[in-house]
């Protein structure tokens, strides 16, 4: 032990000969052997749900050298070969085989960010015990855990939320340096303390109970430039060990105010991104709701046209019913007018054969015609306006939906038909004295009867 100390005091008085120019240099070359050091990073179970604790690793801690470490909690199989525990043993195996899956995808991760790294698998009944074991076993210097799961983070998340994370930080050695983040945000960083720091205090105190010890053994020196010197190597061995705790200390805030400005830089990033959101959310809403005004304004009207469409449809059915029903009725009216003819040009042939001397016939009257039809009436019927039609000519108008006179085209009181008998006699006895008279109807006036319900169909 004496001897230790006499190298340390041997080296505290180099450092105060040479100049600060040795000093720098080493702590230079310390904090490139930190930075070189080789990041460990404890992920979960769970598929990928430590990749944010990963990605801030790679990105923040700036290492180029990392190691995934899973502590998997094995299932127990009391007896083996149980049906029961066969399915245990079928979904022990099961995990383990998506543990594996999901280490390799944490190496995909590093990969495609360009670092290289390597995975370490140990099975413990406890995740907290087995992580304490790896730092203790491969010496971890630098550890990043997971603070909580990222479903739990939140903007106010200021201390560590998992209990593994709070064990961690606790039962942890003092030379191990551990970030907590959380949902890629830094959330708590535990320092370690630095070997040379904790060397020059066991020394410095094992000194000193040395000094005591040996003060109750051994001469004291009877010079007092020998005290002196003694006096001055102690406090040149504190003044570094504070000097370099005062460095480290500095650089731990500047770390510290760095991190706070990169995360009030990110927390302002993701409010303008949830700002922007929102606003294009709001906007879209907006539009949505326009193109379903729009939408069933739309729906209202197509609706409207085709409830008229369907009623136009109707009517026209119904009036080109009724028209064919007329020109059918015509037709027929025409074929027994044409056999009429034929019969009538017969009994003229065999009157003029007799020699009978020809005698002037009345002319037609004309209240015998039917002023719809302009044909010999066969069964007349008078109407609420007081004209006599034929009977099936007034059915047929009454029937296709016209409640007004067909001569005046004023409404009627009343679609009742009265038969006019007087007058079906005088048109009987007409036509048993001149038959001969009766006329072929032209081909223009079923023409002109055509015209006049085409149009009254337009009318209506």
């Given at each position: 032990?004496?001897?230790?100390?006499?190298?340390?005091?041997?080296?505290?008085?180099?450092?105060?000969?040479?100049?600060?120019?040795?000093?720098?240099?080493?702590?230079?070359?310390?904090?490139?052997?930190?930075?070189?050091?080789?990041?460990?990073?404890?992920?979960?179970?769970?598929?990928?749900?430590?990749?944010?604790?990963?990605?801030?690793?790679?990105?923040?801690?700036?290492?180029?050298?990392?190691?995934?470490?899973?502590?998997?909690?094995?299932?127990?199989?009391?007896?083996?070969?149980?049906?029961?525990?066969?399915?245990?043993?079928?979904?022990?195996?099961?995990?383990?085989?998506?543990?594996?899956?999901?280490?390799?995808?944490?190496?995909?991760?590093?990969?495609?960010?360009?670092?290289?790294?390597?995975?370490?698998?140990?099975?413990?009944?406890?995740?907290?015990?087995?992580?304490?074991?790896?730092?203790?076993?491969?010496?971890?210097?630098?550890?990043?855990?997971?603070?909580?799961?990222?479903?739990?983070?939140?903007?106010?998340?200021?201390?560590?939320?998992?209990?593994?994370?709070?064990?961690?930080?606790?039962?942890?050695?003092?030379?191990?340096?551990?970030?907590?983040?959380?949902?890629?945000?830094?959330?708590?960083?535990?320092?370690?303390?630095?070997?040379?720091?904790?060397?020059?205090?066991?020394?410095?105190?094992?000194?000193?109970?040395?000094?005591?010890?040996?003060?109750?053994?051994?001469?004291?020196?009877s010079s007092s430039m020998a005290k002196d010197d003694v006096?001055?190597?102690?406090?040149?061995?504190?003044?570094?060990?504070?000097?370099?705790?005062?460095?480290?200390?500095?650089?731990?805030?500047?770390?510290?105010?760095?991190?706070?400005?990169?995360?009030?830089?990110?927390?302002?990033?993701?409010?303008?991104?949830?700002?922007?959101?929102?606003?294009?959310?709001?906007?879209?809403?907006?539009?949505?709701?326009?193109?379903?005004?729009?939408?069933?304004?739309?729906?209202?009207?197509?609706?409207?046209?085709?409830?008229?469409?369907?009623?136009?449809?109707?009517?026209?059915?119904?009036?080109?019913?009724?028209?064919?029903?007329?020109?059918?009725?015509?037709?027929?009216?025409?074929?027994?007018?044409?056999?009429?003819?034929?019969?009538?040009?017969?009994?003229?042939?065999?009157?003029?054969?007799?020699?009978?001397?020809?005698?002037?016939?009345?002319?037609?009257?004309?209240?015998?015609?039917?002023?719809?039809?302009?044909?010999?009436?066969?069964?007349?019927?008078?109407?609420?306006?007081?004209?006599?039609?034929?009977?099936?000519?007034?059915?047929?108008?009454?029937?296709?939906?016209?409640?007004?006179?067909?001569?005046?085209?004023?409404?009627?009181?009343?679609?009742?038909?009265?038969?006019?008998?007087?007058?079906?006699?005088?048109?009987?006895?007409?036509?048993?004295?001149?038959?001969?008279?009766?006329?072929?109807?032209?081909?223009?006036?079923?023409?002109?009867?055509?015209?006049?319900?085409?149009?009254?169909?337009?009318?209506?």
């Amino acid at each position: 032990m004496k001897l230790k100390i006499q190298e340390n005091v041997k080296m505290a008085g180099s450092t105060r000969d040479g100049g600060s120019d040795d000093g720098e240099s080493m702590k230079i070359s310390n904090r490139k052997v930190v930075m070189d050091e080789k990041i460990y990073v404890a992920v979960t179970k769970r598929d990928l749900e430590s990749k944010s604790s990963l990605v801030w690793a790679i990105q923040n801690t700036g290492g180029r050298e990392f190691c995934i470490v899973y502590v998997h909690q094995p299932v127990h199989i009391s007896i083996p070969g149980a049906r029961f525990h066969e399915h245990k043993l079928r979904r022990y195996r099961k995990k383990k085989k998506r543990a594996l899956n999901n280490l390799d995808k944490y190496l995909h991760i590093c990969r495609q960010m360009q670092v290289s790294a390597e995975t370490i698998y140990i099975e413990m009944d406890s995740i907290e015990e087995g992580i304490l074991q790896l730092i203790s076993q491969h010496g971890i210097k630098k550890l990043v855990m997971g603070a909580a799961a990222d479903r739990h983070y939140s903007m106010k998340m200021r201390d560590l939320q998992s209990k593994k994370a709070i064990y961690i930080r606790r039962e942890a050695p003092d030379t191990c340096h551990i970030w907590f983040p959380c949902n890629g945000y830094l959330i708590f960083t535990r320092e370690a303390r630095r070997r040379e720091i904790l060397y020059l205090e066991g020394t410095s105190s094992s000194y000193l109970s040395q000094s005591k010890i040996t003060k109750g053994t051994e001469r004291v020196p009877s010079s007092s430039m020998a005290k002196d010197d003694v006096g001055n190597q102690v406090a040149l061995i504190e003044a570094e060990g504070a000097k370099r705790e005062t460095l480290f200390e500095a650089s731990k805030r500047e770390e510290a105010e760095k991190s706070a400005i990169d995360a009030i830089k990110r927390a302002k990033e993701s409010e303008n991104r949830y700002l922007n959101e929102l606003k294009r959310r709001k906007e879209t809403e907006k539009a949505l709701k326009e193109a379903k005004e729009e939408l069933e304004k739309m729906r209202s009207e197509s609706e409207t046209r085709i409830a008229e469409s369907s009623m136009v449809i109707r009517e026209l059915q119904g009036d080109h019913c009724v028209l064919m029903e007329v020109l059918r009725r015509l037709g027929d009216e025409r074929e027994e007018l044409k056999i009429k003819l034929s019969k009538l040009s017969k009994l003229r042939s065999k009157r003029e054969g007799e020699e009978v001397s020809p005698s002037r016939d009345p002319e037609l009257p004309q209240y015998f015609l039917c002023p719809i039809t302009q044909d010999v009436m066969e069964d007349p019927q008078v109407a609420a306006d007081g004209f006599t039609y034929e009977g099936e000519a007034i059915r047929c108008w009454l029937d296709s939906g016209h409640e007004t006179s067909p001569m005046t085209n004023k409404r009627l009181i009343h679609t009742s038909l009265v038969p006019n008998l007087s007058l079906r006699s005088a048109i009987q006895e007409w036509l048993q004295d001149s038959s001969s008279w009766i006329i072929e109807p032209d081909p223009l006036f079923v023409k002109d009867l055509i015209k006049r319900g085409l149009k009254s169909l337009e009318a209506n």
